[in-house]
DNA sequence: TCTGGGGTCCTAGGACCC
DNA sequence: TCTGGGGTCCTAGGACCC
């Protein structure tokens, strides 16, 4: 899809249309760009990039928070006509897809044509613009289809793939990103054509198995192959919550509000998923954006709030320095179907937390996630104020709204 | 310029086992 | 006496993608 948070935004606000805009926060807040418009673009903003960066190169531009669940909606009604094109889908993300026309061209007709029809749909279906690239591999058609940007088609013919790829620069080929490129640049290989050239041995003293790889792919050749993959929802393999502060904290308490919160969100997903975590892993960044993560195998995998959120708070402050914190994080990893073996008494108590947690998942789906907190997850001043005087529980105040 | 949040995959060293 | 070879698991860090 071109451009597609930005388009999204301009099917619900039609003023936003031909504007410089910016989609992922305010312009004074700490985030990036998550997605900028042509004409955004044309002032040097682009995604990634700091939106504070964002509003000094464009001022006039207008700033609008994301909505996810808008991407998602428009995601899954592309998904729909591209189904009706093909059996074989493969979502990449949310505003990219694989789809195997192989055999179809008594329905469809030759590539092209059948490129045509589906470009059609899509706007007929959405309203929203997209870009195609018809080539015999994956990795081939993604970068046709991101030359073919904005609103085209672009079809590259069996055997043409190498001489396609050989005048972009590297950082055209997926997987090859500002590290690698760095490195490429400093052996003097700056075009696809010039790694294709080069010899396999020279690569792979170089950068190892990964740069055999990488011949292969300047060459065109995709080693990944067509649709191998599981089909329907692949589980995840892990789960993950982090977050950046307004400002940087050093206060143990918020601190740790803050990691019970995010351990509570990890719980949460992984009974969505009906999954439990072996492994719990936090992150902790410091202003100077050193960033150190620290993790621990439990004997029992969990998908209990308290258990994740002891485990995260005791490798935090086993890290901590001490010093002010930029963002925290909390990581599920080894996610197992079962949490195994135990003995009764942790039997009960599990259990335990098993239906109380069932109970509150569904007030949280009710009434929105912040209707019920682990204690440790809530300010400071709150638990000092319910502790002097119970009566100020959420439930016992004496207006009533709907959340209560 | 001052750097999000959700992921995947890879590498490398050390502990431990046979 | 100057110290193997293979395997798995665990931990930490990093590149990359959208």
Redesign the pocket.
């Known amino acids: 899809m071109d451009a597609?948070f930005v388009s999204v935004e301009e099917l619900f606000d039609p003023s936003l249309k031909g504007m410089p805009v910016v989609v992922?926060g305010k312009p004074n807040e700490?985030?990036?760009v998550?997605a900028a418009s042509y004409a955004a673009r044309k002032c040097g903003v682009h995604?990634?990039?700091?939106?504070?960066?964002a509003y000094?190169m464009c001022p006039q531009a207008i700033f609008v928070e994301g909505h996810r669940d808008r991407y998602c909606e428009y995601s899954g009604r592309v998904f729909e006509v591209l189904n009706r094109f093909s059996p074989s889908v493969e979502m990449?993300?949310?505003?990219?897809a694989y789809l195997d026309l192989t055999g179809s061209e008594r329905l469809h007709g030759p590539p092209l044509a059948a490129a045509q029809k589906l470009h059609q749909a899509v706007k007929q279906a959405t309203n929203l613009n997209c870009s195609i690239g018809i080539a015999a591999s994956r990795m081939v058609a993604?970068v046709a289809s991101d030359q073919a940007k904005p609103n085209g088609i672009l079809w590259i013919v069996p055997g043409q793939e190498a001489s396609f790829l050989a005048p972009l620069d590297v950082r055209r080929?997926?997987?090859?990103?500002?590290?690698?490129?760095r490195?490429l640049h400093a052996c003097g290989i700056r075009k696809v054509g010039d790694l294709a050239a080069l010899d396999r041995e020279f690569l792979e003293e170089r950068f190892?198995?990964?740069g055999v790889a990488l011949a292969g792919k300047a060459r065109g050749e995709d080693a990944g192959g067509w649709f191998d993959h599981e089909v329907g929802e692949?589980e995840?393999?892990?789960?993950?919550?982090?977050?950046?502060f307004m400002e940087d904290t050093a206060d143990a308490a918020a601190l740790d509000a803050m990691l019970t919160r995010?351990s509570e969100?990890v719980a949460r997903?992984l009974r969505d998923h009906a999954l439990y975590a072996?492994?719990v892993?936090i992150k902790l960044r410091y202003s100077?954006?050193s960033?150190?993560?620290?993790?621990?195998?439990l004997e029992r995998a969990t998908q209990i709030d308290s258990e994740l959120a002891s485990a995260a708070r005791n490798?935090f402050h086993k890290?901590w320095k001490k010093k002010p914190i930029?963002?925290l994080?909390v990581?599920a990893q080894?996610l197992e179907a079962s949490e195994g073996q135990a003995n009764l008494l942790e039997e009960e108590k599990t259990e335990a937390w098993r239906k109380t947690l069932q109970a509150v998942d569904k007030m949280r789906d009710k009434y929105g996630d912040s209707v019920v907190s682990l204690a440790a997850g809530m300010p400071a001043t709150f638990r000092a104020r319910v502790h002097e005087n119970p009566e100020n529980l959420p439930g016992k105040e004496p207006k009533k709204s709907s959340r209560e």
């Open positions: 597609f992922g700490r985030g990036v998550s995604s990634a990039m700091p939106l504070r960066t000094k990449a993300s949310i505003d990219e993604k080929i997926p997987g090859v990103g500002k590290v690698t490129q490195n190892g198995q990964w692949a995840p393999k892990s789960i993950s919550h982090e977050h950046t995010l969100m997903r072996r492994t892993q100077d954006f960033t150190f993560t620290r993790a621990r195998t490798l890290a930029r963002l994080g990581y080894q």
